[in-house]
C-alpha cells in the first residue's frame, strides 16, 4: 500500500484526469506517412468515492405527516485504511472521502457504511459498498405497491450543476423525468407518484454533466409489521452474461428469494444456473420485450452464486429475505475481482468468496485487527460459494483468478449484503502514435 496516501473528507471538484507529462521531445515529422511514438506519462486524479447516507423517512414515525421528508438516524461510515484515522465514527447524512495515491483500486481507498434501523414502521439493517459517482447506471428493484416503498438517492458532489434525465421503465411502458441538481444539492425522491404505485419497475438515469451519486432505499411491511429495509448501488449497464451472490436460500416453507429479470430492448432467453456446495441447479426462461420476470428460487437450503446467460442484455437482481430478524436485501450482479479489500462493518460478518472457475483457488485472506494483520488461505471449490466469519478493521482477499466477493452481515439487529467495485481513475503509462 502506498504509505504517502493523503485523505480528505468532504465535498470538493472531480477534475477530469491528473497532469499530463510529455516524456520525450516531439521530433520533426517529415512525411505524411512517418509515425512518431510518444511515451505519456498521466498521473491520476485524487480517487473519490461517496456513501449515500443515513435512512431517508417519508411522512415521519406515524406515516400521517404529509410533506415530510427527513432522514433519522446516522450512517456509520467504516473506512479500510489503517492509514485513515478519524478522531471520532465517521457518521453523516452524506460523506464523500478523497485519497491521493497511485495505486487506484480498493486498496488506496474503501469504504462502506451501515445503520440500524429501528422506527415505527421501519426496522432493520441498512449497509452499502461506497462507490464512486456515475454518469449512468440502472436500478433493478423499484416497487411501490403496499407494504414496499422505494426512494432514490440523489446527490451532486460537485462544484457545479448537472441535467439527470431520470427513465422509468414499468410493465406499461416508459417514462422520462428531467431534473436539475445543483451544486452540491441533494434529491430525495419518493418513487410511489412517479411509478403510479407500479409493484415492480426499472430505475435508469443519465447525468448530462459531471458524474453524481445515486442509491435506492427500500422500506418493506406487512400491515404493520415491519420486515426490514435495504440500501443498494446502481448497476452499470444490462448485459447478457452476469453473476449475483451471495443468495441465500432458508429451509422449505420459508420465504424463497425472488429473482427479478427485465428485458429492456428485445425478447430474452435466459438460463440461470444457481451453484453452491452441493451441486448446481438450471431454470430456463423467456422474457418478453420491455417485459419483467419474477422467479421465486425453491431451492435446498444453502448459499448459493446465481450465473444469469442471455441472448439479449438484461437487467437483473435478486431480494434476499431474512428470518431471524425479520429483514430484507437486494443482491446486485457482482464485479468480477483478483483483488479486493473491504471494511469491516461494525456487526457479525461473514466474508463470501465465489468461485467461478472450472477449477479449485485458494484465496489469501488478510485481516487488519487492530494494528496486527493475520493472514489464511481459503480454498474454494470450482463453482461453490463459502462464507468465512470476519472481524477487524479490514479485510483483504486475492487469487490468481478473478473471484466475488461480498460481505454478508447476519446480526441480530439485522441483515444486509455490501457488495464491491473496483474504485480507479485514468492514470499510467500509454503511447500515443503521432502521425
Not at 480498493?106 to 462507490?131: H, I, K, M, N, P
Not at 431520470?166 to 452540491?184: C, F, M, S
Not at 438460463?271 to 451441486?279: L, M, N, Q
Request: net charge negative; proline share 7%; glycine share 8%.
Amino acid at each position: 500500500m502506498n504509505r504517502g496516501v493523503k485523505f480528505l473528507l468532504g465535498a470538493a471538484v472531480v477534475s477530469a484526469i491528473g497532469a499530463l507529462t510529455i516524456v520525450p521531445e516531439v521530433p520533426t515529422v517529415t512525411s505524411q506517412d512517418s509515425a512518431v511514438a510518444l511515451e505519456v506519462s498521466v498521473e491520476p486524479t485524487p480517487l473519490r468515492i461517496s456513501c449515500p447516507g443515513s435512512f431517508v423517512e417519508f411522512g415521519g414515525e406515524s406515516g400521517v405527516d404529509l410533506g415530510s421528508i427527513e432522514r433519522v438516524g446516522e450512517a456509520a461510515v467504516s473506512v479500510a485504511q489503517a492509514e485513515y484515522q478519524p478522531s471520532d465514527p465517521l457518521t453523516a447524512d452524506f460523506i464523500e472521502l478523497v485519497a491521493e495515491g497511485d495505486d487506484q483500486s480498493t486498496a488506496l481507498l474503501s469504504a462502506s457504511q451501515a445503520q440500524f434501523v429501528d422506527r415505527e414502521r421501519a426496522t432493520g439493517l441498512s449497509a452499502t459498498f461506497c462507490e464512486q459517482p456515475a454518469t449512468t447506471g440502472w436500478f433493478i428493484s423499484g416497487q411501490s405497491s403496499v407494504g414496499a416503498e422505494t426512494v432514490l438517492l440523489l446527490q451532486n458532489p460537485n462544484a457545479i450543476d448537472t441535467q439527470l434525465v431520470l427513465n422509468l421503465h414499468l410493465p406499461g411502458g416508459i417514462t422520462q423525468e428531467r431534473l436539475t441538481l445543483g451544486a452540491g444539492q441533494e434529491r430525495l425522491i419518493g418513487m410511489a407518484p412517479l411509478a403510479g404505485l407500479a409493484p415492480i419497475y426499472a430505475i435508469e438515469f443519465e447525468s448530462l454533466g459531471t458524474p453524481i451519486v445515486a442509491a435506492i432505499q427500500q422500506r418493506f411491511s406487512r400491515g404493520l409489521t415491519p420486515l426490514g429495509v435495504s440500501t443498494s448501488m446502481a448497476s452499470a449497464s444490462v448485459t447478457t452474461d452476469q453473476w449475483m451472490t451471495p443468495v441465500a436460500v432458508m429451509a422449505e416453507g420459508y420465504q424463497a428469494p425472488v429473482l427479478r429479470i427485465y428485458a429492456p430492448q428485445e425478447r430474452a432467453e435466459v438460463i440461470v444456473t444457481a451453484f453452491s456446495a452441493e451441486g448446481s441447479e438450471i431454470i430456463r426462461q423467456v422474457v418478453a420485450e420491455q417485459s419483467f420476470v419474477e422467479l421465486p428460487l425453491e431451492l435446498p437450503n444453502g448459499l448459493y452464486a446465481l450465473k444469469l446467460q442471455s441472448d439479449q442484455p438484461v437487467l437483473a437482481g435478486v431480494l434476499n429475505p431474512s428470518l431471524e430478524p425479520l429483514d430484507h436485501a437486494w443482491i446486485a450482479p457482482a464485479e468480477a475481482l483478483a483483488e479486493v479489500t473491504l471494511a469491516i462493518p461494525s456487526y457479525a460478518t461473514d466474508l463470501v468468496i465465489t468461485n467461478p472457475n472450472a477449477v479449485a483457488i485458494s484465496a489469501n485472506v488478510e485481516l487488519l485487527q487492530g494494528q496486527r494483520r493475520s493472514i489464511q488461505s481459503v480454498q474454494v471449490e470450482p463453482l461453490s460459494v463459502v462464507a468465512v466469519p470476519v472481524t477487524g478493521r479490514s479485510v483483504s482477499v486475492s487469487s490468481a483468478s478473478a473471484i466475488f466477493t461480498a460481505l454478508q452481515i447476519r446480526d441480530p439487529l439485522g441483515y444486509a449484503v455490501i457488495i464491491p467495485s473496483e474504485n480507479q481513475n485514468a492514470g499510467s503509462q500509454m503511447e500515443i502514435i503521432v502521425r
